[in-house]
């Protein structure tokens, strides 16, 4: 069973940091891009940061300069490496990755996502 789980989350000061990080697990044939977003009570769900397989990386306005995204293609990881956090990054964050999954005869590619994790920064 593919899954992605996440985990780093939690309550921190305004000013400090925090790394998520997000395995994928299972049957995979390899992975292409992968990302974190983010969902505040009453807002959409959106793009934080993101990464492809070769390391190029793309960032929300509101986050650049404060976090790093980064990943291990021998460990199926990807990682979000938070400083600088402000009350205003307070979300359940989500992990993301575009996979391409065997089949019995052939392949096949599929998006999947993380449960989420809460991050929450005090002011």
């Known amino acids: 069973q593919v899954q992605l789980v996440e985990s780093g989350g939690g309550l921190v000061q305004a000013g400090g940091s925090l790394r998520l990080s997000c395995a994928a697990s299972?049957?995979?044939?390899?992975?292409?891009?992968m990302g974190w977003y983010r969902q505040a009570p009453g807002n959409q769900r959106e793009l934080v940061a993101s990464?492809?397989?070769?390391?190029?990386?793309n960032y929300a306005t509101s986050v650049k300069g404060r976090f790093t995204i980064s990943r291990d293609n021998a460990k199926n990881t990807v990682y979000l490496q938070m400083s600088s956090l402000k009350p205003e990054d307070t979300a359940v964050y989500y992990c993301?990755?575009?996979?391409?999954?065997?089949?019995?005869?052939?392949?096949?590619?599929?998006?999947?996502w993380g449960q989420g994790t809460q991050v929450t920064v005090s002011s």
């Open positions: 299972g049957s995979i044939f390899s992975i292409s891009d």
């Open positions: 990464i492809t397989r070769g390391g190029n990386t």
């Open positions: 993301n990755a575009d996979l391409t999954l065997p089949t019995q005869y052939d392949i096949r590619w599929s998006t999947y």
